[in-house]
């Protein structure tokens, strides 16, 4: 049988599926297996890093439960000859609801609201303030890549106009193009962010862009932490320069800056992106599939290009 190191779990069924053709062994078992292992299952936040790839001398793919690989040093596996597979698409959905989803939520303020009926305040408290629509206004989307297509999709269909930035205009969509991130924050009434994070991509929602979406405008992340200055995006929402922020990611999740607790226009979710029960099985089912396809000398699935 042939070895796999396995860094993260797989979904159940798929993981017994994987422990039926393959022989896995955790991470705890580097230093006795680091010399046969052929393949690595992880995610996009797991590694390995260099210094084990290294160890690692009959490794043939890495297979990640992700679509963002900013954990994955994919070039020096590369340069190893060592390709490294996502799961793109199958995750898509589940992103892009979750997007629309936190700027509804932010906008109309539904957890703060929520919570106003949970602690029992609505009796004494009468009706709860007045929020803002999340329909028929501006949505900017940084980065047109498939998710940000399906978050386009979806706002659009709740009569806003969509705008977006990325490197290039991108050749199958019709929304206004803004080749400069500030100008699209400050044309935006919403900017929702889903672009890789990368060495370029870091922190470029800075806070011109943050101060140039303004008082009036809500952010919304479900990409990395690290593509937003957070310090800046924090000191922005206390001093009241920028509306409100729907957030799923963080620069050093599980900490997450705790005077963003306190804010009712501020929504907050733990990495959730793509966890749900199907598209986790999809996920998982992809990584089974591509390493399968590696050691049947097929072509693999999905592989990073
Ligand atoms: C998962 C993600 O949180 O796909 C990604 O890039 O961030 C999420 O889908 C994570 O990778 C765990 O599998």
Known sequence: MIDILQFVPLRPEVQRELEARYRVHGKDRLDEVAGIVRGVVTNGHSGPPPEIIDRLPKLEVICSASVGYDGIPVEYARSKGIPVTNTPDVLNDDVADLAIALMIMTARRLVA?????RTGKWPAGGEYPLAS????KTVGILGMGRIGKEIGKRAEAMNNKVAYHSRRKV???TYDYYPDLVELA?????????????????KIVSKAVIEALGPGGILVNVARGA????????????????GGAGLDVFVKEPQVPEVLFGMDNVVLQPHVGSATH????????????????QFAGKPLLTPIL
């Open 113 to 117: 609201s929520d919570r106003y009926v």
């Open 278 to 293: 199907e598209t986790r099985r999809a996920m998982s089912q992809l990584v089974l599939d591509n390493l399968d396809a």
């Open 133 to 136: 629509r999340a329909s028929g």
């Open 186 to 202: 400050k044309a935006s009434d919403f900017l929702i962010v889903i672009i890789p994070a990368t060495p370029q991509t870091e």
């Open 227 to 242: 593509v937003v200055d957070e310090d800046a995006l924090v000191q922005a929402l206390v001093d009241g320069k920028l």
């Open 171 to 173: 050749a199958d969509v």
